[in-house]
C-alpha cells in the first residue's frame, strides 16, 4: 500500500466529518489564523514602542520612520 500524501490524507480526514462540521473546522481555521495575524502585530508593536523608549530614555531624539 502506498503512503497517502499530505493533501490526500487531508482530504480523507475531511470526508469523515458532515458537511456542517466541515463549515465549522473551516471557520475555526480561520478564526486562528486571524487571531495568530493580529498576535504578531501586537508582538511588532511591543517591538516598536520598547524602542521608541529606550532611545528617549537614553536622551537621544526618536527614532526618524520613513
Known amino acids: 500500500m ?20 466541515q463549515r465549522i473546522l473551516i471557520l475555526v481555521t480561520i478564526a486562528q489564523m ?3 495575524f493580529l498576535d504578531l502585530i501586537g508582538v511588532i508593536l511591543i517591538g516598536v514602542v520598547a524602542a521608541l523608549s529606550v532611545s ?5 531624539a526618536p527614532p526618524h520612520i520613513g
Not at 56 to 60: D, E, F, L, S, Y
Request: charged residues 20%; positive net charge; proline residues 4%.
Open 56 to 60: 528617549v530614555v537614553a536622551g537621544g
Open 2 to 21: 502506498q503512503p497517502l500524501s499530505v493533501r490526500q490524507a487531508v482530504k480523507a480526514s475531511l470526508q469523515l466529518l458532515s458537511k456542517r462540521d
Open 34 to 36: 486571524a487571531t495568530s
